[in-house]
C-alpha cells in the first residue's frame, strides 16, 4: 500500500514538534521545579556558632549585604556588613556599619579586605572576622543580595527613607532622588543602598546609608504592628518565602518580636573611624585605633 | 415479741437509713458546691484570700472572641478559615484563663501565668506588675474581647489583642480600668504559649 505524498514529513513532524516542546518546557520549568540549590535563596539566616544562646541580655546580630544579583552565589563579596546589637533588657539597639574594604585579619586566610571573607569562607567566617575584629560574639548572621533586598522593599511596599543629599549617580547606582524623606520602591531603595559615587568618602557614606534603611525598615515594621500586631506574622511570612533558614520558625518568630519591640528612635548608628589609603595595588581603608574603645563600648551595652 | 423486736429492729433500720441517706445528701450538695466554687475564677476570688478580692457573684462581661487567619498568601482558603478557628479558641482559652485569674483571682495568678507563658515572658509580667492595682474591690468587667491573628501556613504562631474595661471600687471611691495587651503566642506540643507581651492600661472615661 503506498502512502500519501507528504506522510513521511508529516509524520517527522509529529515526532519533532512534541519533543522540542517538551525539551522547551523542561528547559523553562527547570530552574522552577528543579531542586533548590543552596545559594539560590535570596536571603539566608543562620547561627554563628551551633547552641550559643547568649546569656547577658545583649544579641548580636551580623547583617551581611552581598553583590550578587540572583541569589547568594559562592564568590559574592560582601559589600554590606552592619553588626546589629540589641540591649533585651532595655530595648536599646545599636549599628556598628564596617566600611567593606575594610583590612582585617581574616582567621585562617592572613590579611586581606573584610569583603573578601564572604569568598573566602562564606557568611560564617564573615561573622568570625567581624569576631576576631570587635571581640565581640555574634549570635545570627542575615544575609542577602540584590534579589532579596528587592523582594524584602516589594512586599512590605516600598520603604520611607529621608535620604541626607541630593543623589545623582544615573551611570553607576541609578540613584536620582532629591534630599528629604523619599518612599522608596524596590529599584530605589537598591539604587539608595548602593551608591557611593555621590559622596567624596564613597563606600563609608554608604554604608552609613545602608544603616539608615536598616533604621528605616525598623520603623515601618514597628509602625506596621502597633497599627495592626498579627502583620508581623506577614513579615514572617514574607522572608518565610524568600529565606533559606538554617534556624527554626521558632527562633526567627521571636528574633522579629525582639525587633518590633525596638523603637528606632532607640537605635543608635555609628561607622568604624576609617583612613583611606594602599595596600600593594588595591585601594583599603585601615580601621583607626580609635574603634577598640567603640568595640568595647558596643560589647558592654550594645548599643551607643 | 420477735414480731415486736423485729418491728422495732425494721424501724431503727430505716432511721438510720433515712439520716445516712440525708447526711449523703447534704455532703453531695456541699461537695457539687465547693466543686462549682473551685471551677469558676470569678468564684474563687473570694474565697479565701485577699480583701481586694473580687465577691463571687457579680455578673462579668462576655468574652468576645474573633479568631482569623494572618498572613494569608492569595485568597482564604477553607482549611485556613477551619484551622484559625480550631487553634484561635484554643489559644483564647488560655488567654481567657491568664485574665480571669488576673482580674477575678489575683491570688491564683502567677500559677495560671507561669502555666501559660514561656519562663522568660513569665517572670517579666510577673516583674512588671501587670496586673490589678492593688485594694480594688468589687470588680466587674464591662467588655472582655480577644482578637486573635493566627499564622495561616501552619497555625503554629498567633498575635492575640486583648481589650479589658473594668469597674471596680477602692475604698469608697468607683473607678473604671481598661486594659489591652498584645501576645505573642506560640504553639508548642498541642498547647498554646504566650513568648512575649505588651501591656499598657489606664482609668477609662
Do not use: C
Request: aromatic letters at 6%; charged letters at 20%; proline letters at 6%.
Amino acid at each position: 500500500m503506498a502512502s500519501a505524498p507528504g506522510a513521511a514529513p508529516m509524520k517527522k513532524a509529529l515526532v519533532v514538534i512534541p519533543l522540542v516542546v517538551a525539551v522547551g518546557l523542561i528547559a523553562i520549568l527547570f530552574p522552577i521545579v528543579g531542586p533548590v540549590r543552596k545559594s539560590a535563596a535570596a536571603i539566608r539566616i543562620g547561627r554563628v556558632h551551633a547552641g550559643f544562646q547568649p546569656t547577658t541580655g545583649k544579641l548580636f546580630v551580623l547583617v551581611i549585604g552581598n553583590d550578587a544579583r540572583h541569589g547568594n552565589p559562592n564568590g559574592a563579596l560582601a559589600d554590606a556588613i552592619h553588626l546589629v546589637g540589641i540591649d533585651t533588657n532595655s530595648m536599646k539597639a545599636g549599628i556598628l556599619n564596617l566600611p567593606r574594604d575594610s583590612w582585617v585579619t581574616i582567621p585562617g586566610y592572613g590579611t586581606g579586605k573584610i569583603n573578601e571573607s564572604l569568598v573566602d569562607g562564606g557568611p560564617e567566617l564573615v561573622a568570625r572576622t567581624v569576631e576576631s575584629l570587635t571581640g565581640i560574639r555574634i549570635a545570627y548572621w542575615v544575609m542577602t543580595g540584590f534579589g532579596g533586598f528587592y523582594q524584602i522593599v516589594k512586599n512590605v511596599g516600598g520603604v520611607k527613607v529621608d535620604v541626607p543629599i541630593n543623589l545623582n549617580d544615573p551611570s553607576g547606582s541609578g540613584a536620582v532622588m532629591s534630599a528629604g524623606v523619599h518612599k522608596l520602591a524596590p529599584l530605589q531603595a537598591l539604587s539608595f543602598v548602593r551608591d557611593r559615587h555621590d559622596f567624596p568618602d564613597g563606600d563609608v557614606s554608604r554604608t552609613a546609608n545602608q544603616a539608615r534603611f536598616l533604621l528605616a525598615l525598623l520603623r515601618k515594621l514597628r509602625h506596621e504592628v502597633a497599627s495592626n500586631p498579627a502583620s508581623l506574622l506577614k513579615w514572617m511570612s514574607i522572608a518565610r518565602r524568600y529565606t533559606r533558614l538554617d534556624i527554626s520558625l521558632s527562633e526567627l518568630f521571636r528574633l522579629a518580636i525582639l525587633a518590633s519591640d525596638v523603637s528606632p528612635k532607640d537605635v543608635s548608628s555609628v561607622t568604624v573611624p576609617v583612613s583611606f589609603g594602599f595596600e600593594g595595588p588595591q585601594s583599603v581603608v585601615f580601621i583607626s585605633p580609635q574603634a577598640t574603645s567603640i568595640y568595647a563600648r558596643f560589647k558592654k551595652k550594645a548599643h551607643f | 415479741m420477735f414480731l415486736s423486736v423485729a418491728g422495732t429492729s425494721r424501724n431503727t433500720v430505716l432511721k438510720i437509713t433515712a439520716i445516712v441517706g440525708l447526711v449523703a445528701l447534704a455532703a453531695g450538695i456541699a461537695a457539687f458546691i465547693l466543686m462549682d466554687r473551685g471551677s469558676s475564677p470569678t468564684a474563687s476570688g473570694s474565697l479565701n484570700h485577699t480583701p481586694s478580692a473580687a465577691p463571687t457573684l457579680l455578673p462579668q462581661a462576655k468574652w468576645r472572641v474573633r479568631a482569623f487567619p494572618a498572613a494569608v498568601t492569595g485568597k482564604t482558603t477553607k482549611k485556613q478559615l477551619k484551622a484559625a478557628r480550631i487553634q484561635g479558641r484554643r489559644a483564647s482559652q488560655a488567654i481567657k484563663n491568664v485574665y480571669n485569674a488576673l482580674l477575678l483571682d489575683p491570688p491564683a495568678a502567677e500559677r495560671v501565668i507561669r502555666a501559660h507563658f514561656e519562663p522568660a515572658a513569665a517572670r517579666a509580667f510577673l516583674s512588671a506588675r501587670s496586673r490589678l492595682p492593688g485594694r480594688i474591690t468589687l470588680v466587674r468587667t464591662t467588655a472582655r474581647t480577644v482578637r486573635i491573628g493566627v499564622d495561616a501556613l501552619n497555625a503554629r504562631k498567633a498575635v492575640a489583642t486583648v481589650r479589658v474595661q473594668l469597674k471596680g471600687e477602692r475604698k469608697t471611691r468607683r473607678i473604671r480600668l481598661r486594659a489591652q495587651s498584645t501576645l505573642w503566642l506560640e504553639r508548642i506540643h498541642h498547647s498554646w504559649r504566650v513568648l512575649a507581651w505588651r501591656a499598657r492600661q489606664g482609668p477609662h472615661r
